[in-house]
């Protein structure tokens, strides 16, 4: 199939790539683009593996045709850091040991964040609401609502 040319905004930057018009998100964040953090899960919408926000929202970038979201800005895992500086989110997971094989990681942080942006003291159970469509088969989640919590107390917190 004849590729076609499309522009997205990722990370802060304006990308113009060559691809097939039927790949989804994830397929062009990783095969175009080489931003392999974006995880390949399921590809049915039920693991959120392959979460990204657009315009700070999460969404699963299996189920978005890109042309749905070249006018927003797309944040991906490797947007997170600021000049090698870790994300408080990134910072608090390494320190509560809430990414064992990592799988999910990326797409956890991601949705984290966007609680965190618009809900900087969430409880519990506001935490548990929010990635309630990431699948983590290793941790149990309790390290994750923890290191959750721990970025919420941090002042830097973005
Ligand atoms: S890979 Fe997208 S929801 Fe599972
Ligand atoms: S850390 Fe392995 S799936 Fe979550």
């Known amino acids: 199939m004849t590729k076609e040319l499309l522009t997205l905004r990722v990370n802060g930057e304006r990308h113009t790539v060559a691809a097939e018009p039927h790949h989804t998100l994830l397929e062009v964040l990783r095969e175009e683009l080489q931003l392999t953090g974006t995880k390949h899960g399921c590809e049915l919408g039920e693991c959120g593996a392959c979460t990204v ?8 970038s299996c189920l978005t045709l890109p042309v749905l979201v070249s006018d927003v800005e797309i944040t991906t895992v490797e947007g997170l850091a600021d000049h090698g500086t870790l ?6 997971f390494a320190e509560e040991g809430a990414a064992q094989c990592g799988y999910c990681t990326p797409g956890m942080l991601l949705a984290a964040k966007a609680l965190l942006d618009t809900n900087p003291r969430p409880t519990r159970d506001e935490i548990a609401q929010a990635i309630s469509g990431n699948l983590c088969r290793c941790t149990g ?3 994750i609502y923890e290191a959750i919590e721990r970025a919420a107390r941090s002042a830097k917190a973005t």
């Open 53 to 60: 926000l657009a315009d700070g929202v999460p969404i699963l």
């Open 141 to 143: 989640y309790t390290a």
């Open 87 to 92: 994300h408080p989110l990134q910072s608090a």
